[in-house]
């Protein structure tokens, strides 16, 4: 037990990070963190939602590095770190659109990996109107939910060592996806390396270092967001 709770904190994510400076303001609190530039010109916002049983602060490297960019984010937590029940689940829902409101009431683009993910597509299912695109990193879902007929742009990203959220499984599901959903594949990348957590329970080994797959992603993310969203 004490080896999953260890591998579940954030490792390696400096404090500088979590810090406001003169171009972006930080915010933080018991229900999300958030990230806003001080002259953001961006059309759009980031939401995102941590994988299950994962330290938030796991994820800070790469959604500091989309808020440096001139992109609000907002960084929530999950309630009990994971979200299993509907009571929660429905915590998470109004916590994502109260994010909304904090970053300006911009159109949001919904991102999360791994139990994030699923339930980021879980909330595209039941607020359809609500997102103005969907991220879905290091994940099979979306399995019970079917957006085939959505119209907003979607991103899947994914790892050929992801053995948590194979490639198989995840291009099985993608018949519940646009067709026009894009996919990024990354070769090398594992399923913990898409945050800055321990080992996790069932992965594969990377072949390639946190900081790679971590620029791959971001660069995933940055290519789609400026050429897939309706400015």
Known sequence: MGWMVYNAQAHGVAHALLQSSSSLIVTIDDT?????????????ALVFLPGGGVDPDAYV????????????????????????????????????????VRLGSRPVVLAGHSRGAALAGGFAHAHPSALAGLIMIGTTHPRDHDLSSFTIPVLKVGGTRDCVADL????????????????????????????????????????MTRE?????????VLSWWAT???R
């Open 168 to 207: 198989e499984a995840s291009q099985a599901n993608a018949r519940n996806l646009p067709a026009s959903t894009t996919w990024a594949i990354i070769e090398g990348a594992n399923h913990a390396q898409f945050g800055y957590y321990g080992s996790q329970l069932g992965d594969c080994a990377a072949d």
């Open 61 to 100: 490297p790469l959604v500091r590095r989309i808020a440096d960019t001139g992109i609000p984010v907002a960084l929530v937590r999950l309630p009990w770190r994971m979200a299993f029940t509907e009571a929660a689940q429905a915590e998470t829902w109004q916590r994502v659109l109260q994010a909304a």
């Open 228 to 230: 897939s969203l309706i």
């Open 212 to 220: 790679a797959q971590q620029q791959q992603t971001l660069d995933a």
């Open 32 to 44: 999300m963190t958030t990230f806003v530039p001080v002259d953001s010109a961006s059309p759009h």
